[in-house]
């Protein structure tokens, strides 16, 4: 049974069409990327996901059936815009938003014990949340979404605000929430964070599925055009080759869509060239984002 | 349910733990310690101790009889005989007296007398002075005879069906429930601008986000009407005990307290259109939260429903003066006029039982429509973050967000 069940949804505002048609499954336990640049749909697949919109048409499951009030226990969300009360202290702040989710006081306070350990806050939990420095509350907010432990862990742009190393412990934070067999879906603009930690992701662009599926094969889909190749001596000619981009010692052969890697090989193998490394380039995630996003999405 | 509570407690502390809130709590008490201490200066003002001085030339005040006990805050002045004019007026010269009398001695038949004094004389000195003389007049009558040609006639008017009446004496437990509503009218806006507050923060701060992830709206909303209602009645009952306590403390100074007496009927009517009208102002308060996009328009909004719970208030000449005209019993149907209108009446005039349902009913469904309307506009406006909703959104068959 999936996690997340998204079928043919659509929903507008006005003439705006801000999800047009969208479906994907996330499976459970997985760590899936929802993707898309500014306006591109995502808040509002989310809100359609968590029942604050109403689609227009289509259906939602989740967590095995259609949203309900006792599935709002079993999911952590954090949206974009984030939301604490400013001028309560952060101890009293979690403690309401964890109770919301079920929680008994004590059991809040016992829990954010060892996340505001973790993430270095324990001596500003008295302070109130307007005092915090960004980051700061960024963390917290991080923890008042995962404090209920929930199955279902939705987080949109959780590195925002964060240095290098709380990026490194968010990183690995929601890697462990995976590893406990917790639904991850992260919505990020951070696309090497995403190829880092994701197993699968779905892109849309204007309310649209562009890309959906696991990283690996997508990243498949769109390399074949592009080959990394070092040689001891000069490149010849090479039919076929678009375009010669040199990098850090070894060449980036950039290919007519109707050459295959293979031929430029055979064409060297033929001119005897001394080839000290011929690897075909898997475009990153950034690439590929740029390249669908900007009507280029051509794959192989 | 558990959740409703959870909203309400927060909600509750959020506001009642604040210092705002401990001063505005301590604002009534003050401004009642103020005013009270202004009554007793002004009545300290008003009364000048020094003796009285009299020549009697009547006779009548050769064996006087003393002068009657007095009321307090008023204190007893001490009436000083002298032989002549040139004694007392000597007396006055050096500050000894404040005035003197001279009885003629046709006083007796003619009731004409002469009052000497250098500054005026305050009212409490000459209404001694004549008290005095009132009791000498009558020294030798039947005492209990006396007593009564001295003090007043107490008057009750009882309603021709003997339900009710009323005395001179009680004229506080007629401006009561008056006093109890615009008390209540108080707590309901200082109460439901806290609700307000909330709401437009919460949408400012986006926290309404993540809060509906995790309750759904109207149990939202419901546990902010609870803590709204919470937070008026904790304002209430805290000058409650305030006044119970002032009122114990003076009421040998101030005996107009000690005739207190508050009917069940009085307490009935409050009951069934305070509660309703608290919830209803709660969730108006609370649509105007959810439909503004930030706090200082929504103050601008809230005068709507502010201003036609005051005008009963300023049409009380109108209400006491003609309890059961039709404008008073239309004001007494409207639900932003009808609680302090009622309440006024109530204190003047038998309410025909037919108003008193009607009134309560429109009152009820009111509160429920409002408490609806809220629901409607949060689930509505909640994520309108700086947009206003506009009001024939709520009234419209479909909204954007549901």
């Not at chain 1, 090479?238 to 007519?256: A, F, Q, T, Y």
């Not at chain 2, 040609?149 to 107490?154: D, F, N």
């Amino acid at each position: 049974m999936p996690a997340v069940e998204i079928s043919q949804i659509t929903k507008s505002f006005g003439a705006l069409k801000a999800v047009d048609d969208v479906s994907f499954i996330i499976e459970k336990g997985e760590l899936f990327g929802l993707l898309g640049p500014n306006g591109a749909g995502k808040t509002t697949a989310i809100r359609c996901m968590l029942d604050i919109f109403k689609p227009d048409s289509g259906s939602i499951a989740l967590l095995g059936g259609p949203m309900s009030e006792s599935k709002k226990d079993l999911i952590g969300y954090m949206p974009e815009e984030r939301g604490l009360y400013q001028d309560l202290p952060l101890d009293r702040c979690l403690t309401y938003l964890g109770s919301l989710k079920g929680l008994s006081p004590a059991e809040v306070r016992r829990r954010s014990a060892g996340y505001l350990e973790r993430f270095d806050l324990v001596a500003y939990k008295t302070r109130k949340v307007k005092e915090l420095s960004k980051g700061m509350q960024q963390k917290a907010q991080i923890i008042a979404t995962i404090l209920h432990h929930p199955e279902l862990l939705i987080v949109d742009e959780p590195f925002g605000g964060l240095d290098p190393v709380n990026t490194q412990m968010v990183k690995d934070l929601l890697r462990e929430q995976r590893e406990q067999g917790v639904t991850v879906i992260l919505c990020s603009h951070q696309m090497q964070l995403v190829e880092e930690l994701c197993d699968r992701i779905v892109l849309i662009d204007h309310g649209r599925v562009m890309l959906y599926g696991g990283l690996a094969d997508i990243r498949r889909q769109f390399s074949g055009n592009v080959v990394k190749v070092r040689t001891e001596g000069t490149l010849p000619d090479l039919k076929g080759v678009e375009r010669i981009e040199p990098m850090n010692g070894s060449i980036k052969l950039h290919l007519d869509p109707g050459t295959a890697p293979q031929d430029v090989l055979r064409a060297l193998v033929t001119g005897n060239i001394t080839v000290d490394q011929f690897e075909i380039s898997m475009p990153t995630l950034d690439e590929i984002f740029i390249r669908v996003v900007q009507g280029k999405g051509d794959r192989t | 349910m558990i959740k409703v509570w959870r909203v309400a407690l927060h909600e509750y502390q959020r506001h009642v733990l604040n210092r705002r809130f401990v001063l505005g709590l301590l604002s009534v008490p003050i401004l009642i310690i103020a005013m009270l201490g202004l009554i007793f200066l002004v009545i300290a003002m008003d009364t000048n101790t020094k003796p009285i001085g009299y020549v009697d030339h009547s006779g009548l005040l050769a064996n006087p009889v003393p002068p009657p006990p007095v009321v307090k805050p008023d204190r007893p002045i001490e009436m000083r005989p002298f032989s002549d004019e040139a004694a007392a007026r000597s007396a006055l010269d050096a500050g000894q007296i404040q005035a003197y009398y001279v009885l003629p001695k046709d006083y007796r038949i003619r009731g004409s007398l002469n009052v000497v004094h250098l500054e005026a004389l305050k009212s409490s000195s000459s209404l001694q002075f004549y008290d005095f003389l009132a009791a000498n007049l009558l020294a030798g009558k039947d005492p209990a005879t006396a007593r009564r040609l001295v003090t007043s006639a107490k008057v009750t008017v009882q309603s021709a069906d003997g339900s009710r009446q009323i005395s001179g004496d009680d004229w506080f437990s007629i401006l009561f429930p008056m006093i109890a509503g615009i008390a209540f009218i108080i707590a309901m806006f200082t109460a439901g601008g806290y609700l307000m507050q909330a709401v437009v923060e919460e949408k400012e701060n986006r926290t309404m986000e993540v809060i509906i992830t995790s309750v759904s709206p109207n149990q939202f909303m419901a546990g902010k009407i609870l803590a709204d209602i919470a937070i008026g009645l904790t304002q209430i009952l805290a000058w409650a005990v305030f006044i119970a306590v002032m009122v114990l403390i003076s009421r040998s100074s101030l005996t107009f307290l000690n005739g207190i007496q508050i009917s069940a009927r009085t307490v009935m009517l409050m009951a069934v259109l305070l509660f309703p009208a608290f919830v209803m102002v709660a969730a108006l308060m609370a649509t105007i939260g959810a439909t503004v996009a930030e706090a200082r328009e929504g103050q601008q909004m809230v005068g709507l429903i502010s201003l036609p719970l005051w005008i009963p208030y300023m049409m009380t000449g109108l209400i006491i003066g003609s309890p059961n005209s039709p404008v008073v019993i239309a004001l007494s149907l409207f639900p932003l006029t009808s609680p302090l209108t009622m309440l006024v009446r109530d204190s003047m005039t038998i309410i025909p039982v037919w108003q008193v349902v009607a009134s309560a009913g429109v009152m009820i469904l009111s509160a429920i429509g409002s408490v609806w309307l809220a629901g409607r506009a949060f689930r509505l406006g909640m994520l309108r973050y700086g947009k206003r909703l506009a009001w024939r959104e709520l009234f419209a068959r479909q909204g954007a967000s549901s």
